[in-house]
């Protein structure tokens, strides 16, 4: 008779195998079309304001959409994807962002402009979120902070790399080619998915496919492969009921408020450094040149930080980490605010270690929510927070520019936007307090451990 392992065992007891790369890799790119929509309507904006003859002011009903709809696909596709299968999800997802963004080629107005950033946004918002829950089912379970980070880096690289490509495309080919370029390759994505992407392990063991699961497992383990009689097992606690509901229940409920009022300041925070940092810049003086190379600083800081607050999330006390890069975040936004007149050298220093603190702490977000709920819940609490994060995106641009409107200083605005960082602090400070006593008293925090 045969013996039998978990898949935990599998994971945790052998090395990281280059077919779980490859598995993490397609993740990475799909946080790629992440960083790529986050950055196209941006570039893009001046020459379709132009082209429906309309002041750039006048596209935030746009860049408010794009937003709204990654909060309905996340929350709903999160729940997909927990039911009917990872894969599944990740594909269909990636169709509908590829099609609705190809679309935005053919727009003839506002509406149309709004409408299909907004069905796009749905398509994205399902993608986002269980790719990384995907990928970190993958992981050993001390590497899974650093997977999930890791793969979250997609969306700094897709930021930059946007950024070079309009530098590029739209002089000599037209807004156009952007958004057709962002709807053929995550079709590319899509198809590549299709054929080579692995259903993960917990999933097909719900199948009962077993000769399935022996030639995955084989692929990370090629000994246990070729073991006869092997049986493999989850040791995943199966929830039953709306995984929705499930988020509130067996001591979820706490957990799950204080990683969504998490999500919600550090995505604010974000997004109001991304939407508005060029113009605090040009209104201090700055010229094109050293705003533009200054946001590219911001992105530059903030792709070592994805690749390096995972490690130190897995190797440290988690809540440690992130209340320190929520602190500094806060520092670095306040100084930023009073420098923003300042060189060249010293703004783009500056923006390095705020695009490092300010997004790297984001992307601890999504970590600690990696790892706040078992398997069969993690699309569902990754989607859900990554949908209420989604609302602080869409409130930090109306915020910013009614405070503009209203002519702040610019240190003023930032340090009144900076605080968002500290309530990151105070509810990851709550959140370690209460893991911590629920585990004294022997009661289920969710999972996040008091590490």
Known sequence: MGRSVSITQILDDNPFSMYQVWV???????MFCEGYDMMVIGVTMPKIADFLHCKPSALGLA?????????????ALGVVADKFGRK??????????????????????????????????????????????YGSEWAPSNKKATLATTMYAGVAVGSMATGFLAASVLPRFGWQTMF?????????IALVLIFLLPETLEYTIKGGDKEK????????????????GLEIYSTEKKIVGSPVVQLFREGRSFTTVMIWLAFLCSFFL??????????????SGATPQQYGIAFACINIGSLIATLLIGRLMDKFNKFNILKVFFIV?????????????????????????????????????MGLATLSYPTDLRGTGIGWAYGVGKIGSLLAPAVGGMLLARQWSVSKICNVMALAALLVVVVVFVLQVYVRNSMVKGTNAAGAGAK
Not at 63 to 75: E, R, W
Not at 117 to 125: N, Q, T, V
Not at 180 to 188: D, E, T
Not at 272 to 279: D, G, K, M, N
């Open 24 to 30: 993490c890799a397609l993740c990475f790119v799909i």
């Open 63 to 75: 860049v408010s959409a794009g937003q709204l709809g990654p909060l309905i696909g996340a929350a």
């Open 88 to 133: 599944r999800t990740l594909i269909v997802s990636t169709f509908i962002f590829a099609f609705f963004t190809y679309m935005i080629t053919f727009i003839t107005s506002l509406e149309t402009l709004a409408l299909y950033r907004f069905l796009a946004g749905i398509g994205l918002g399902g993608a986002i979120p269980n790719a990384l829950s």
């Open 180 to 188: 057709q370029l962002g709807g053929i390759v995550p079709v590319l």
């Open 213 to 228: 699961l022996l030639k995955i497992v084989s692929k990370i383990a090629p000994s246990l492969g070729r073991e006869e």
């Open 270 to 283: 974000l997004w109001f450094i991304a939407a508005w940092a060029p113009s605090l810049l040009r209104k």
């Open 329 to 365: 975040a806060f520092v670095s936004v306040v100084v930023f605010g009073l420098s923003s007149s300042a060189g060249l050298m010293t703004l783009s220093a500056l923006c390095v270690v705020m695009g490092f603190f300010v997004i790297g702490g984001n992307s601890g977000c």
